[in-house]
């Protein structure tokens, strides 16, 4: 092909990748100042929680991948303004899609294990902060896991005893005004069908087929709901033996009742590298957790 038709390609080729840059740029600044502007706009301190819980890692994803993006296109113009070259234009585009993929790549790392953390603080913040009765706009306390119960009806106090469901409920102690506010517990239980709570839990499970080195297994879980009573049992798939997860031995967790112990902090990691991280108010809320304690559950 002429050479002054692939010199007058490469420089439209160029003017596309500058003009492109320059648009992902302004695509990443506005997802993270829309986000941003968001939370602003969002007065209430739970629908505040709620929105950064939901929204917060995925915003800020788009935001990098629109910035992995522009990265593919400025490498593309490395050495701009020599004559077109098949060899040297093949090696610079791929020099620049490993760039590119290898910065969002890093940013998502980034946003899957370290961020989290950040974000949690944050989240708390928002969560603890005092709320503010809207009708005589005196602060509210939070009140303890004893005290919140008479608040609670039964099928909310199930739900917590089974770590689905955590309910904060903050009091105005002058006209005895209450709110009550609803997050997600430390383990994932279902929701019962029969009364709508989440409080359906593994009670059984039964292996029916042995997995081999080629062959999954499958498994019977017998599920109770610990509020209504009802049953049921779901099969499920158990993956063949060279592919497992690392089980925990949760008899071998022993806490120091000794000690005053104001907060107790659990950290799982899986080896795969996945970790969780949870904080509890007292030992015996730590311990009954323990009891619970389903790896499967908080993958899902």
Aim: glycine letters at 4%; charged letters at 25%.
């Amino acid at each position: 092909m002429d050479q002054a038709k692939m010199n007058a390609f490469l420089d439209s080729y160029h003017l596309v990748m500058i003009w492109g840059s320059l648009a992902f740029v302004i695509v990443a600044i506005l997802i993270y100042l829309w986000h941003n502007l968001k939370v602003l706009t969002i007065s209430d301190f739970k629908a505040k929680y709620d929105y950064l819980n939901e929204n917060e890692i995925k915003h800020l994803k788009w935001s990098f991948y629109s910035l992995a993006v522009t990265v593919f296109m400025l490498v593309n113009l490395y050495g701009r303004g020599i004559d077109f070259d098949e060899v040297w234009f093949g090696v610079r585009l791929f020099m620049s899609l490993a760039l590119g993929t290898l910065f969002g790549y890093v940013f998502n790392l980034i946003m899957r294990y370290y961020y989290p953390s950040k974000l949690d603080a944050k989240l708390k913040k928002w969560r603890f902060t005092p709320r503010i009765n809207p009708k005589t706009g005196n602060k509210m306390r939070l009140l303890s896991e004893d005290e919140e119960d008479v608040h609670l009806d039964e099928g909310m106090q199930a739900e917590e005893e089974a770590f689905s469901i955590d309910y904060d409920v903050w009091m105005d102690e002058e006209t005895g005004d209450v709110k009550i506010e609803k997050y997600q517990g430390h383990l994932q239980a279902l929701q019962c069908n029969n009364c709508g709570f989440h409080t359906m839990k593994v009670t059984k499970e039964e292996i029916v087929k042995e997995p081999t080195k080629t062959e999954d297994g499958e498994l019977i879980k017998h599920y109770s709901c610990g509020y209504c009573g009802s049953i049921r049992a779901t099969k499920f798939n158990i993956a063949a033996l060279d592919q497992h997860y690392d089980h925990i031995d949760i008899n071998k967790v022993k806490f120091d009742h000794k000690r005053i112990v104001s907060s107790v902090k659990i950290e799982i990691m899986a080896s795969d590298g996945h970790k969780k991280v949870y904080s509890f108010q007292s030992v015996e809320l730590a311990t009954a957790f323990l009891d619970e304690f389903d790896y499967e559950k908080i993958l899902d």
